[in-house]
């Protein structure tokens, strides 16, 4: 399912302020289950008006799950008329069980799944984050960032 929400004005222009994006768009409380969430940054720093849910997730990330991501990267590129290379993929693992200092085996996992399968197809790289209900962690960063003006 894709929902449209109402689109931030305000660019994000970097790692601190993209994990703070997140915490705002997500609902506080205790997770059931596992979502992964999907969402897009522009060149200039803005997000694409798609938030993306995928729901039921296994514990453990696969392959198709990779591929799917790739082709909706696509999609929502060719949705904004632009280039897949323009447009930044950001995900956010919704799950349950409290976030720790370090990142639990299963994140861990995800990340190795998102930052070897996906990370290298896409020019913009692809960020990660986990949240737990609470709040939010950023797995991988942002691998280049637009230069701000002023």
């Known amino acids: 399912m894709t929902t449209a929400y109402p689109t931030p004005t305000i660019p994000v222009t970097d790692d601190v302020e993209l994990t703070q ?3 705002d768009l997500l609902t506080p409380g205790r997770p059931s289950g596992r979502t992964l969430w999907l969402a897009w940054l522009r060149a200039d720093g803005t ?7 995928i729901d039921e997730l296994p514990e453990r990330g696969t392959l198709t799950i990779v ?6 990267h696509d999609a929502v ?5 632009c ?9 956010t693992l919704e799950r349950p069980g409290q976030l720790g200092e370090d ?5 861990e996992e995800w990340l190795d799944l ?15 984050h986990v949240f737990d209900g609470r709040s939010v962690q950023q797995l991988i ?3 280049l960032w637009p230069q701000r003006h002023g």
């Open 114 to 128: 998102l930052d070897g399968g996906v990370t290298p197809m896409l020019d913009q790289g692809c960020s990660f």
């Open 77 to 81: 590129a060719e949705s904004e008329r």
């Open 103 to 107: 990142p639990t085996e299963t994140d």
């Open 67 to 72: 591929s799917g991501l790739l082709a909706l």
């Open 83 to 91: 280039d897949p290379d323009e447009l930044h993929l950001t995900l």
């Open 141 to 143: 960063s942002r691998p």
């Open 21 to 23: 994006r997140w915490a």
């Open 47 to 53: 997000m694409v008006p798609t938030l993306v849910p």
